[in-house]
């Protein structure tokens, strides 16, 4: 069944995905000759760096989640559907969603990145928890609060060991953030809202297969980073590989054995393509090859963009980074292309341009570089806020964000600590 | 299995829930010279009056949510336990829970009310959405957006009417408050978000078997509301009693059929006790029966306060109103006349300051009443918002809403307008 979308007699672009590069698409194609369907298996678009707040207390999702009807209302001639596509025909022009076929003249596939858990089988994998969508981090918002309430139960010193440490695996931005979070929490917080528990006995732990954290940055920045969350009391294992997890022990390649129930994973993303291509169109990290006009090899009209696509170069030979900065300029790229093959005139291949990288671990402390500059400690922190908050889009998500963190400064305190839909329960029921 | 909690050789006071009647008694108790036990099935205290805004996409549920450990931080003689309770054993003085088992000396049931659908059997009671917890609010924002999703898809104008239009039964503060807030988000919001749909064609319902609307206010106030409820373009049906639903058509007592998927149930609540008491302490309104003192008759040193008790008198044959005030006060009296018993002081009896009531129906519009006084319009809307704010627990909640309801002021504009867990996808996966 097809898609109930008027035909404008324009060109139709497709962009399926509403995160980082998928709106900067909608937003350089708004008033151009063409008509614009914006689709995206949620109703919001999701501020990803962010995530880890919410799933420690620190923010709203609502702080960080903005709504893709209020994007599109920007965008006249753009239409949004919230759709799933299931995948592409391209002889015909055509995704296919769970809501229906719809007919392209240029599809962007800008799907992102899922986890993901390499070689562990599913038994062990589905003993985690991810950190990649909204749902996912207030799971594990739950998830870390029921697990301290139950603790408070137990005569079992053992089990309750397992109830408070918590192991972050993967030593990147989304693992040293959690951990420092996650430190901070247990310094300032935790011990008042639960007086009962000793919570010096508590553990938390970061596991990094490197022998550096944040790889992807300057080893003078790991160093920092490494003192940082070490401060927060961090035990952070570097070499150390985990190699398998019962739910209860987490097992390293050098044989340590670890005992908690809450094991994040935050080690590893990969592409998340649309289905409908010939498998040599996939490559290393389940992304779509594409040249450096982020043109889908072999396929006209159809682009990828951000973390599912794989533009190899001489100075990326993987791919780009799977950051959001690249998903934008690609999305910027593409869109000004479109522009451009629509009157004729040459396109322009990609080039990216490197702003640096930063990553914040907890009160005061953060790292960032940026064309050969470093930097660690307070202004890099503050720095790393200013960035954060004005890349938020949408005013009142800038303006709570903002205010939340004042807040959450001055008093120590992270008042979002509630257990709106529990997570243990759930898992028990389906069980 | 008993319960870990340490006896400090004071008289234990135990609570059962922690709404508004529960921590106003922990409050008082504070530092005196007995050991508090809060339990609630959540670890959040939630403030029920600013349900509708988190259904309607106004406010965050973190901003009407404060959690209960934080609150006990400030309680040193208290302990929390996040417990469902399963019945108490009177004859030995024992609260049953799903942690285990609790001795108490006091014993205080706070435990509120639930949706009463009266009459209605489960297979019509199911198909109806209900608000009267956090879950179930977003529940219904899910649901109302992802029934727009629907209708978008639809060429079928009979389906695209059911899927739009909404039905609240039961014309209290609950169902207009709701009532005004959509009739809001229609004019302001919705056609915005779906230029594709005429929502000229949206119809909100609101039927009441009364002959007015907020029955337990002043008929001049009743008569403000429905003129404002109105002016939103609310179809108010007066005199009209539901007699049933098949999840696409209500039908009233009077024959009318309306087309609608949404229909919202406020007309009724009832009390919500414990298991444990002989039947003819369960009163109408399945309330428990508590003498002058708040005391459940034939039970020593067991308590019951706000919603769920029934103190019945000569001004009020019925029960005090289920609302915030009577629970506040009574918390009060019942914690005040413990100290009391612990020094064998006289205990006092308990009657209700009446403050008034209030009501708002959108922007601007609100109705109140106090003391003889009666106000509409900007100035009784400008106390409501002062009154809840005010109330608010917690100097973070009291801020986000000052600071989300001036953002929804000045833009007229709600931007929580996300399907963070789907409704209708749980639903069709479970059935």
Redesign the interface.
Known sequence: MD??IPSTGQKRVVIIGGGFGGIEIAKILKDKEVQIVLLDK???HCFQPLLYQVATGGL????I???L??FM?EIPNG?F??AEVRNIDVANQKVHTD??DLQYDFLIIATGSTTNFFRFPKEVSSKMMQMKD??QA?NLRSYI?ENF?EA????DESKKEKLINIAIVGGGPTGVELAGALGEMRKNILP???P?IDFRKMQIHLFESADRLLGAMHPENSEKALKYVKNFGVSVWLNTMVTDYNGEEITTADGKVIKSETVIWTAGVKGNPVQGFSPETIVGGNRILVDEYCQVKNYPNIYAIGDVAAMLSEDYPRGHPMVAPVAIQQGELVAKNIVALLKNKTTKPFKYYDKGAMATVGRNKAVMESKGLKMGGFIAWLAWLFVHVTTLI????K??VT??WL?NYITY?R???????PFKNLDDDEA
């Open positions: 898609l109930k949620n109703n919001y709203e999702p609502g702080s989640a903005y709504p009807r209020k209302q239409i559907r919230m809501i229906g909204i749902p207030l609060l309430e408070l139960l137990t005569y008042k809202d639960y009962e949408g005013f009142r998500n303006l709570t205010i939340g807040y305190d008042t979002l600590r509630l257990i709106i839909r």
